[in-house]
């Protein structure tokens, strides 16, 4: 059965350093998520990909964070400088068509980033 | 504005009783709703949603949630607990207010399953 996945599953980095998370999608899907979760809060919506630009943003989402489709595989989230606040579980999802009320993502296990 | 409030962190059972995992939501539309599990080291993988469609929605593993409108809920029920059945599950609402479809999640809740 098709998944998500993510690399690396737990990536430790030196504050003021840039992270990239990596995700591979389902290779027919066409619609790209990054979720985090702050240890003991609430998944939070990142943002949104489709046809190679952002389709919709959280407030999370600042200057700080980029995302990228470099090829036709692989799916990253950039964190150019980080800080201790980015410390989070990072989930990569997928979805055939732009989900929201009728149409399911799939998700990855999860990039757990430290930042010391 | 939507929000969801998952009643309980933890819940524990013992192997062969009922769960019930319990979801309470606020919606400005016509909300969809999700639940997902989330096993450890694994991604969160859907369990049932509920799209408008029968109030009582079924989903994998013999899980079903029934929506209810009047009490503003969707609490996630099966029959009988197995130990497989022990991980987080997080209700999620969506509803497409002012054209945005970004999903809200719950804080989770983490069952627990005795033998």
């Known amino acids: 059965e098709p998944e998500v996945t993510q690399t690396p599953s737990h990536q430790v980095t030196q504050m003021g350093q840039e992270v990239i998370l990596r995700c591979v999608p389902i290779s027919n899907h066409l619609y790209f998520y990054w979720y985090r979760q702050i240890l003991g809060q609430k998944v939070e919506f990142l943002v949104s990909?489709?046809?190679?630009?952002?389709?919709?943003k959280s407030e999370i989402f600042d200057d700080q964070f980029s995302v990228e489709r470099p090829d036709g595989s692989n799916f990253t989230l950039k964190i150019r400088s980080t800080k201790l606040e980015d410390s989070a579980m990072y989930f990569c999802?997928?979805?055939?068509?732009?989900?929201?009320?009728?149409?399911?993502?799939?998700f990855g296990p999860g990039t757990r980033l430290t930042v010391l | 504005a939507q929000s969801v409030t998952q009643l309980d962190s933890h819940v524990s059972v013992s192997e062969g009783t009922p769960v019930l995992l319990r979801c309470n939501y606020s919606s400005s539309y016509s909300p969809s709703l999700f639940w997902y599990v989330q096993h450890p080291n694994k991604g969160l993988q859907l369990l049932l949603k509920y799209t408008s469609a029968a109030t009582l929605v079924k989903g994998i593993n013999g899980f079903e949630a029934e929506f209810k409108k009047s009490e503003t809920s969707f609490h996630l029920t099966k029959p009988s607990a197995h130990m497989s059945d022990a991980a987080e599950y997080f209700c999620?609402?969506?509803?497409?207010?002012?054209?945005?479809?970004?999903?809200?999640f719950g804080r989770g809740t983490s069952l627990i399953v005795h033998p």
């Open positions: 999620v609402v969506s509803d497409l207010g002012g054209g945005s479809y970004i999903p809200t």
């Open positions: 999802a997928s979805s055939e068509e732009l989900a929201g009320t009728y149409n399911e993502q799939f």
């Open positions: 990909f489709y046809n190679n630009e952002i389709s919709e």
